[in-house]
């Protein structure tokens, strides 16, 4: 021992061929040590950005494992703790990190219950780390070829603890929403949730189809209120020119302005009176002197209908009772 490092007096497991948190396996069988023995370096928690924390010592196989034996660099910023973390039984896991994988294997004859990854039956590590917890998921495993290109964790069926929990709170909460059982599986789940979009997907065209049917139903009764509007601004003003309230010129400019208010053409055209001539006036005033000397057998000569009488009634009746016990009181 030197005042740099110091080698802890217990071995530590670095690999076996369990299946990891990570849901995959690497075989010691298939492990290459002397790769790793070239630069055996590691560091605290898989933190590259904190330095070399330590170096292994005493690599060996034995059995189905890979032990070693850390020696920590006392020059990093965390050595003495870690010695003594580590010294005192607080540190008690090793995790490899870097790992090249050379040689996998999808054989479901080399699985494991509870494996859901590949086997990886060519490896080595570049690093090992002391950790707190083996697998941690704060520290995610990663893997490359032989070339150092990253490997698709996903691409090799293998799901890293904070996904998995992930999933499987998301599961949960599926189930609850949808009413289905604890035990329904994601399989189940998914057509469950891929039915209710396609059922919404149709109920949305249905509403969609509905709002533009709805919409062209109200834009007709719109064009027939207008149609029918249009129709009754012309009928009254035809009926007026033939009262001869107004003129032909008259009817066109009322026609224009009035033609989004046919109730206000109305109004206005009841109180005009209707167009005579000054010949009608005379005309008119002259029947009216004539009428007024009118006895009643003049009434029922001249107005067989009795409309006149029935007018001089309602306007003026003591005239009318004159005549009346004039005609029918001798």
Known sequence: MTDKFKKIDRQYVLSDSTVNEYGFRLLTSGYQLPAFKKNPIGYYMHRREDGIALKWEDLQIQDDQVVGVPVINLSNARGVQLCDEAENGFLNAASVGHIVVLEYSTDPELMLPGQTGPTIT???NKECSLVDIPGNCNALTRLYDAQENELNLVDLGIMPPVIKALQQNIAHELRHLLQLADETDNNTILATVQSMAAKTNALELENATL???RQTLEQQITDL?????????AATLDRALEDKKITVVLKEKLAHDYALNPDGLKELLAVMPAYRSITEQLKSRQQDKTEAQWQWDDYETNDPTGKKLKDLKANDAIRYKELFEKKFAA
């Open 122 to 124: 060519k490896w080595y």
């Open 211 to 213: 709002s533009n049917d």
């Open 225 to 233: 209120k207008a149609a029918h509007g249009q129709y009754e601004i």
